[in-house]
């Protein structure tokens, strides 16, 4: 057996055994993958960067929601009207739709079996409420920490089956073998560990569960423990979808969190302060009245992601917070210790007072309002060292999730056979989804995924010998090494100078402003970047996530570029401008893109050429299906379910 003994001047580790499946990741997807491959008695490991970090155990909103069939009541809801919903999100795949709506109750009641405690009522009908984007009450909560509370019931699961969890030890590449049929399978991937060393695992399946993105940007609501590892999938070829497709929306800076919901529903006051102390209260200035003002803010509790359609609406709050700080470089904070000027309770519109007086919030002052309404979602912020009842919260609209992702298909697995990507960093959303769509879509992404890799297992087991494979995997990291030390040179800029050089890039013009003009600027900047020569060895860690960060970018930005180039106009949760100086006559509205609805832009770069390709394609429909009994169970039986594995 070929064994390469050194990488980067260090000692290069290898696992003990070839598992069935290695998933990385240990946020909620992750644990849920793992506890359905525990049950089908699959061989595997979690490989982690740290078991503490990540968004699903860090992060939430003032009531964090989980969308699935509504499921109390009388509410008439079925897979198929689900599956419309979140199809009519626009750009989105019709069967992955439709998976995710079929699967919501087992993998909510798989949450509530493990411990979350949905609240149901003294009968048992878990009630629902609505969420953006929502005709139905589909969504349920457990407050602020949903995503925390899916995370640790699972990891208990997970842990009380004594399975190896291996902490402290980031993926940096992924083995990938060339077939005969120009496809290709991953095998392996190597890490690097706390210490220094390296290590070369191998799988015959391998599942990507490590989030969103936002190392892309200089300020996002992610917490800090998150960065995201797409651009390591995306250095292979993998094929992403609706890279250009993001949530952004209000959140705080100094705690990074979300202000949806209850932050915004009893109405606090908005201010800004000029770089000499002096703060001017500005949201009036944005509106006709402060009846429409104080409708736009509550509306923005149900409507918290921009979005351009609703710029005479709620999103006005969005567009005047960036004038206010990124056009007058004013520093930008909320208010929930007065109400904002001239506020009266008895001008409120009739949706705003019916819902504060039915939730018993009619209170003097947003303070008290947000204490009747939600007091966790004070003392969320009040265990983090931040007292709303004394001081302002400074904010920013910030990058949230990304919509976009890996490509997949129905069983979660990507361009790359045996390589499966779920959660966020699975690009199975489309333009607008359904709030809490994406914690649903985690955990179906698992479900999915352990399934088919279960019933595969059996088929591939009598001719898929890894270890065959390890010359090749020699091969491969040679390579590697050779590529990462003809970039490594004595150079004045470190690599985590270089990567905020680019966050703040990306944050200018390819968040929720985006510039055509702009962004033709920063296609020659990022040339630049790519000739940058980083020392390897001073920093590796830094070295290959500035790397994956530059990958991703470039594919970022050639997917927003093509789209615009194609006649693309604003929609979802950004806005499209000639020139930055456009902004302030979008207040009087902006063309809606709908000529895009029915597509999805597919991104990809080439190795070989060193080429970044981005094409359009259709969506695929919602499946159709009389669903006839016996017939569903005679393919169920003799596994037609899932095609040619």
């Not at 917070?321 to 520093?331: D, L």
Request: charged share 25%; proline share 3%.
């Amino acid at each position: 057996m070929a064994v390469l003994s050194k990488f980067l001047g260090k000692e290069l580790k290898y696992g003990k055994e070839i598992y069935q499946c290695l998933i990385v990741g240990s946020g909620a997807a992750a644990f849920n993958a793992a506890v359905h491959l525990q049950k089908k008695d699959i061989k595997i490991a979690i490989i982690t960067e740290n078991r503490l970090a990540g968004t699903s155990r860090n992060t939430g909103s003032d009531k964090q929601t989980y969308y699935k069939i509504a499921c109390s009541g009388d509410e008439k809801d079925s897979p198929r009207a689900m599956a419309e919903t979140l199809f009519a999100g626009a750009s989105m795949d019709g069967d992955i739709a439709l998976c995710e709506a079929s699967h919501s109750l087992e993998e909510f009641f798989h949450l509530v079996s493990l411990g979350v405690n949905f609240p149901h009522n003294a009968y048992g009908e878990y009630a629902g409420y609505k969420t953006d984007h929502d005709p139905l009450q589909r969504a349920s909560s457990i407050g602020p920490y949903t995503s925390k509370k899916m995370t640790e019931c699972l990891e208990k699961e997970v842990i009380a089956h004594n399975t190896e969890i291996i902490d402290k030890t980031r993926v940096i590449k992924l083995l990938v073998q060339e077939l005969d049929n120009n496809e290709s399978r991953a095998y392996g991937i190597l890490c690097l560990q706390s210490n220094g060393d390296y290590i070369v695992y191998y799988a015959k399946n391998i599942i990507f569960a490590t989030g969103g993105p936002p190392g892309l940007y200089s300020n996002t609501v992610y917490p800090e423990s998150h960065f995201g590892s797409s651009g390591i999938l995306a250095s292979e070829g993998v094929v992403f979808a609706n890279m250009t497709e993001w949530q952004y929306g209000i959140g705080s800076i100094k705690f990074r969190w979300n202000l949806s919901g209850s932050y915004q529903q009893v109405i606090p006051r908005y201010v800004s302060v000029d770089k000499d102390g002096t703060e001017r209260e500005f949201l009036s200035s944005y509106f006709d009245n402060e009846t429409e003002r104080d409708k736009a803010v509550f509306l923005k509790g149900y409507q918290w992601p921009f979005d351009p359609a609703k710029i005479q609406g709620s999103s006005t709050v969005d567009l005047a917070i960036y004038i206010e700080k990124h056009i007058k470089e004013r520093r930008v904070f909320l208010d929930y210790t007065r109400n904002p000027e001239n506020f009266d309770l008895n001008n409120l519109d009739i949706t705003t007072k019916e819902y504060l007086e039915k939730s018993g919030a009619l209170s003097p002052t947003p303070i008290e309002r947000l204490m009747a309404l939600n007091k966790p979602s004070y003392e969320l912020y009040k265990t983090n060292g931040i007292d709303l009842t004394k001081e302002y919260l400074e904010i920013d609209v910030l990058p949230q999730h990304h919509n976009g992702g890996v490509e997949v298909n129905i069983w979660w697995e990507s361009s790359i056979k045996h390589l499966f990507v779920i959660g966020e960093c699975a690009g199975t959303h489309g333009v607008h989804r359904p709030g809490g769509s994406a914690l649903n879509s985690g955990q179906v992404g698992g479900l999915r995924a352990a399934t088919y890799i279960s019933s595969s297992t059996i088929l591939i087991n009598d001719y898929y010998d890894i270890l065959k494979l390890d010359t090749k995997a020699v091969e491969s990291l040679k390579t590697f090494e050779k590529d990462c030390l003809m970039q490594s040179g004595e150079n004045n800029s470190s690599a985590q100078m270089l990567l905020n050089k680019l966050q703040a890039i990306n944050t200018k013009c390819a968040a929720f402003i985006r510039s055509k003009a702009e962004l033709e600027k920063s296609a020659e900047e990022l040339k630049l970047f790519g000739e940058q020569n980083i020392n390897v060895l001073e920093n590796p860690a830094a070295f290959f996530r500035y790397n994956e960060m530059l990958l991703f970018t470039r594919l970022l930005h050639d997917a927003i570029l093509s789209y615009i180039k194609n006649g693309g106009e604003s929609r979802g949760s950004y806005l499209i401008v000639d020139s930055m100086d456009d902004i302030e006559k979008c207040l009087k509205g902006t063309n809606i893109d709908s000529s895009h609805r029915d597509k999805i832009i597919n991104t990809q770069y080439i190795p070989e050429e060193d080429k970044i390709a981005s094409k359009f394609r259709k969506v695929r429909p919602i499946p159709s299906s009389d669903n006839w009994f016996e017939k569903v169970w005679q393919e169920y039986r003799e596994r037609r379910i899932f095609g040619n594995l």
